[in-house]
């Protein structure tokens, strides 16, 4: 929609996280001919991020599948996301990833990403993978992000935001 809202495939409206997509960051950057092109969108509840996906051929693992490895940087790119669009940068330390459900290549995908608790330097965040179609978990992670030093927040702030945010 031009309105930058998306519908869900529950039939709610989103809002679109105004972030820069100027660069070649293999997750959300439009200058990598190679990367997923992922736009995210602030959650319903309030909390978190999700960005669509459709895995294409060029995703695959064994036939008719996503790899495993594109599985977890569309994880990681939200759960990243989820603490970037508050302002936070921060850098994944530890993830943990489990496998629930094959994710077919050519169907629809949600990935999202949320915060669990700030511990101050360390961050807990979780996200999922679901079937567009009618909500089915794929894959879900754990994370442990580690906040970067505020020198470098700033300028990643500006890289990727262009802005302060509140």
Same mark, same amino acid.
């Given at each position: 929609?031009?309105?930058?809202? $998306?519908?869900? &495939?529950?039939?709610?409206?989103?809002?679109?996280?105004?972030?820069? =997509?100027?660069?070649?960051? #293999?997750?959300?950057?439009?200058?990598? *001919?190679? &990367?997923?092109?992922?736009? #995210?969108?602030?959650?319903?509840? &309030?909390?978190?991020?999700?960005?669509?996906?459709?895995?294409?051929? !060029?995703?695959?693992? #064994? *036939?008719?599948?996503?790899?495993?490895?594109?599985?977890?940087?569309?994880?990681? +790119?939200?759960?990243?996301?989820?603490?970037?669009?508050?302002?936070?940068?921060? !850098?994944?330390?530890?993830?943990? $990833?489990?496998?629930?459900? *094959?994710?077919?290549?050519?169907? *629809?995908?949600?990935?999202?990403?949320?915060?669990?608790? =700030?511990?101050? %330097?360390?961050? /807990?965040?979780?996200?999922?993978?679901?079937? +567009?179609? =009618?909500?089915? /978990?794929?894959?879900?992670?754990?994370?442990? #992000?580690? %906040?970067?030093?505020?020198?470098?927040?700033?300028?990643?702030?500006?890289?990727? /935001?262009?802005?302060?945010?509140?």
């Amino acid at each position: 929609m031009a309105d930058g809202t $998306v519908e869900s &495939g529950n039939g709610e409206g989103q809002e679109r996280l105004e972030a820069r =997509d100027d660069h070649h960051c #293999f997750g959300c950057g439009r200058l990598n *001919p190679q &990367g997923l092109g992922l736009t #995210f969108f602030r959650a319903s509840e &309030g909390e978190g991020v999700w960005a669509p996906f459709k895995p294409a051929q !060029v995703h695959e693992g #064994f *036939p008719g599948m996503a790899h495993g490895g594109i599985i977890s940087a569309l994880l990681d +790119e939200a759960m990243a996301w989820a603490i970037s669009s508050r302002g936070i940068w921060a !850098v994944t330390g530890t993830m943990t $990833v489990t496998y629930r459900k *094959p994710v077919e290549t050519g169907a *629809p995908i949600r990935a999202s990403g949320r915060l669990v608790e =700030d511990r101050g %330097r360390k961050l /807990l965040l979780a996200g999922e993978l679901r079937r +567009e179609v =009618d909500g089915l /978990l794929l894959a879900e992670a754990t994370a442990t #992000f580690v %906040r970067v030093p505020e020198e470098r927040a700033r300028a990643w702030q500006e890289r990727y /935001l262009g802005a302060e945010t509140g």
